[in-house]
């Protein structure tokens, strides 16, 4: 038997990616529901050889829906995710909005699977914010031999972080650079995004972090360590679809850079991509569509006791967001909602 499994989103990039991989991977569903927005309702949707309506979100009725995998925003899941939650339905959210709610688990299964069972709180899972995913997936098995004290990363985000109008933003001024006449003022972004790098996601704290960077320290330490420490400089560049990080590990203990590379090789999630030769490395172009999280430029930091440097590359929208919230599914029915 199967689940019977509700997209909400479904019109969205993640949305999209969600119904793409729950095929892919031939999640077993019984049925398939997928919702939008009233002013999306009958706009239609492939889910492998099969093509859906989206129906209305506010009119759905939950009752009998087994698994909700939501990709929409905080405003519109703090509505509906509690209402689904109550009708029997186990809500696997992409929003920010239960991330740091110590009753609802933020899951990246390869890191922390075990602690799914925690949904019976709420009837609510979290998925983690696109950059923390592809973090912890390459911390984990490293902090398991050599417990980690310190992470410095910057980031590499693409514009498609920011939904839609991002990519948008990006292709319309791209193509105005070569004509000048038809100028593309930013309109999703704070500056000018194409050919050019932003030092800003999120909004301002008060103590100068952008909510991106409080997002990858506070989700680092939920899922994996509340003992490490995390600082990140997060920065929007003009790619379409990728993330990639500049990582900086610290560890207690001494890991030799080919041990490191060898562990990193053998863990659920990673590739390594490692020759020290032109090209021998991993971009955001090779990653899309993979499910992968590539590690690459693997090596010893000479200015401290205990360190790692390396290049961490993964499609945003599939193990940054689709692909782990189908992987919960998965875990969440082989170990809690079994049938059949």
């Not at 997209?7 to 939008?36: C, S, W």
């Not at 030799?256 to 990193?264: G, N, P, T, V």
């Not at 200015?303 to 993964?314: A, E, H, K, L, P």
Request: glycine share 6%; proline share 4%.
């Amino acid at each position: 038997m199967g689940y019977n499994v509700v997209v909400v989103g479904a019109t969205g990039n993640v949305g999209h990616e969600m119904l793409n991989i729950l095929a892919e991977r031939a999640f077993p569903v019984d049925k398939i529901a997928a919702l939008a927005s009233r002013k999306s309702m009958g706009t239609e949707v492939s889910f492998g050889d099969r093509t859906l309506k989206c129906q209305d979100l506010d009119t759905f009725d939950f009752t009998g829906w087994d698994i909700a995998l939501f990709a929409i925003g905080s405003d519109a899941t703090k509505v509906h995710a509690p209402r689904a939650a109550a009708q029997g339905c186990v809500v696997i959210d992409n929003s920010s909005l239960y991330r740091y709610d110590p009753e609802v688990p933020l899951i990246v299964p390869e890191v922390n699977a075990d602690a799914v069972m925690g949904y019976k709180n709420k009837n609510i899972i979290a998925n983690p914010n696109c950059s923390t995913a592809q973090l912890v997936v390459a911390l984990k098995p490293l902090h398991d031999r050599a417990r980690i004290k310190r992470v410095v990363v910057s980031t590499y985000q693409s514009v498609s972080g920011a939904g839609k109008e991002g990519m948008d933003e990006l292709w319309d001024q791209t193509k105005s650079i070569y004509n000048p006449t038809d100028s593309k003022p930013p309109t999703k972004f704070t500056k000018q995004i194409a050919f050019n790098v932003i030092p800003h996601i999120d909004v301002f704290m008060e103590d100068g972090q952008t909510k991106e960077e409080w997002k990858m320290m506070v989700e680092t330490k939920k899922i994996l360590d509340p003992a490490i420490k995390v600082t990140a400089t997060c920065v929007r560049v003009p790619v379409f679809v990728g993330h990639s990080e500049a990582v900086n590990v610290e560890f207690h203990d001494f890991l030799d850079e080919e041990e490191a590379r060898d562990i990193l090789r053998e863990s659920p999630g990673c590739m390594v991509i490692d020759k020290r030769e032109d090209g021998g490395y991993v971009t955001p172009v090779e990653c899309v569509g993979d499910y992968a999280t590539f590690i690459s430029r693997i090596r010893q930091d000479q200015t401290i006791d205990n360190g790692i440097n390396m290049w961490i590359v993964s499609d945003n929208l599939r193990k940054g967001a689709a692909l782990n919230a189908v992987q919960i599914a998965e875990v969440l029915g082989n170990r809690a909602l079994k049938k059949g």
